[in-house]
């Protein structure tokens, strides 16, 4: 049934890197798989690679950004793999009209790798349905909840914080694939894509992460991202400047 679900996945590539997901059946010329799953990164099985995959991102992202303390570092990871998973299933729904399995055991993902975080499938099988519910069993249940309690266990980052991230996300991956596949497949294309997206902001888990309004969306939290050196506000943050001093996550 789902045979012709592989090509389609290396076809996402058609609207650029941040889209794309990877597949063992077609990786012969590619780069080394990845070594850890997202299943790993979650604490849900134990890595023979790293004794925890998303520590070791977070403190590459700490690094490469000179932030100053890691909880900045990993909000900042958080949203940045929140944006790939949302790309995935967001971009398969709208151009596919199917969602392959996005079982985080499936999912095998590099935490050297630099962004757009790189993803691979391991097996290319039947998913949940492509419409607004669907997206929110494989993507908000599936990975965003999990991801969420791995990172605040470990950086004590507030749920508000973690929330909106997760909607931020999500609508900068919709502006970016209105913007993809509106040009490729055509306005129904884009209409699906904004429908979709004002549906899973209204999920419960998403609920008060901020309001859209049009194609703008303001965030009722912040992601810490003005705290790393030269970083400034984001387009959608709660501030309209920077604080001057070090406020504690603003959860909304």
Same mark, same amino acid.
């Given at each position: 049934?789902f045979?012709d679900?592989?090509?389609r996945?290396?076809a =996402?590539? *058609?609207?650029? +890197?941040?889209?794309a997901v990877?597949?063992?059946? /077609?990786s @012969?010329g %590619?780069?080394?798989h990845p070594?850890a799953?997202?299943?790993?990164?979650?604490?849900?099985?134990?890595?023979?690679?790293?004794t925890?995959?998303?520590?070791?991102?977070?403190?590459?992202?700490a690094?490469?950004l000179?932030a100053?303390?890691?909880?900045?570092?990993a909000?900042i990871?958080h949203?940045?793999?929140?944006?790939?998973?949302?790309s995935?299933?967001?971009?398969?729904?709208?151009?596919?009209?199917? =969602?392959p *399995?996005l079982? +985080?055991?499936l999912?095998?993902?590099?935490p050297e /790798?630099? @962004?757009? %975080?790189?993803?691979?499938?391991?097996e290319?099988?039947?998913?949940h349905?492509?419409?607004?519910?669907?997206?929110?069993?494989?993507?908000?249940?599936g990975?965003?909840?999990p991801?969420?309690?791995?990172?605040?266990?470990?950086y004590?980052?507030a749920p508000?914080?973690l929330?909106?991230?997760a909607?931020?996300a999500?609508?900068?991956?919709a502006r970016?694939?209105v913007?993809?596949?509106?040009?490729?497949?055509?306005?129904?294309?884009a209409?699906r894509t904004?429908s979709l997206?004002?549906?899973?902001l @209204?999920?419960?888990?998403?609920?008060?992460a901020?309001?859209?309004?049009?194609t703008?969306?303001?965030r009722?939290?912040?992601?810490l991202y003005?705290r790393?050196p030269?970083?400034?506000?984001?387009g959608?943050?709660?501030?309209t400047?920077?604080p001057?001093s070090?406020?504690?996550?603003?959860?909304?």
């Amino acid at each position: 049934m789902f045979v012709d679900l592989d090509p389609r996945l290396a076809a =996402l590539r *058609d609207l650029g +890197p941040f889209f794309a997901v990877r597949t063992l059946l /077609g990786s @012969a010329g %590619d780069r080394r798989h990845p070594p850890a799953t997202l299943a790993q990164a979650y604490g849900f099985v134990t890595s023979d690679v790293y004794t925890n995959p998303l520590t070791f991102r977070v403190r590459r992202t700490a690094a490469a950004l000179r932030a100053p303390e890691p909880r900045v570092a990993a909000s900042i990871a958080h949203l940045g793999l929140a944006a790939r998973l949302w790309s995935v299933a967001l971009g398969c729904a709208v151009v596919h009209g199917r =969602l392959p *399995d996005l079982d +985080p055991r499936l999912l095998r993902w590099d935490p050297e /790798g630099s @962004a757009p %975080d790189d993803l691979w499938l391991t097996e290319v099988r039947p998913g949940h349905t492509a419409d607004a519910p669907g997206l929110a069993e494989a993507v908000l249940l599936g990975h965003l909840e999990p991801l969420a309690a791995a990172v605040r266990s470990e950086y004590r980052l507030a749920p508000g914080l973690l929330r909106g991230n997760a909607a931020s996300a999500l609508v900068g991956t919709a502006r970016q694939l209105v913007r993809q596949a509106g040009a490729t497949a055509g306005p129904e294309a884009a209409a699906r894509t904004r429908s979709l997206t004002a549906e899973l902001l @209204a999920h419960p888990l998403l609920t008060g992460a901020g309001t859209l309004t049009g194609t703008g969306f303001r965030r009722r939290s912040c992601c810490l991202y003005y705290r790393v050196p030269g970083g400034g506000l984001c387009g959608d943050c709660c501030f309209t400047r920077p604080p001057r001093s070090s406020p504690r996550d603003t959860s909304g």
